[in-house]
């Protein structure tokens, strides 16, 4: 998404927002650089300091609430998506030698696994 922000020494960056973080440090591509005196410059990928940064003009088609609620589904799904991954096979977890056979939790982390996925599934309909 195509954005303008507004540092706080009274230059204005263009740019496309790749990522940002909690404390609104973002990461930009394909950046146009206007500083207070009209000096222009260009650069292809920009890291900005959210401490920096003054004010963020948001495109108007932007829908701020359903752009968090699609980042908050994202990031859900990445930690089920490791969460799944991490209880396929449990006992892979074990000490080297031991087999898994003889684990006393196994099927305690086999129910453990199941009712997780039965969770995901559900809250996916």
Do not use: W
């Amino acid at each position: 998404m195509r954005l303008v922000v507004e540092l706080r020494n009274d230059v204005i960056v263009r740019g496309t927002l790749d990522s940002a973080d909690e404390c609104m440090n973002m990461m930009l591509s394909g950046v146009s650089v206007q500083t207070l005196d009209g000096v222009r410059s260009s650069y292809d990928i920009m890291y900005l300091k959210g401490r920096n940064i003054r004010f963020l003009h948001l495109p108007k088609s932007l829908d701020p609430a359903q752009a968090i609620l699609a980042q908050r589904q994202k990031i859900v799904d990445g930690r089920m998506a490791v969460l799944r991954e991490h209880l396929r096979n449990p006992l892979e977890r074990l000490a080297k030698g031991d087999g898994g056979a003889q684990h006393a939790g196994a099927a305690e982390e086999d129910d453990v696994a199941a009712a997780l996925l039965a969770c995901d599934s559900d809250s996916s309909k």
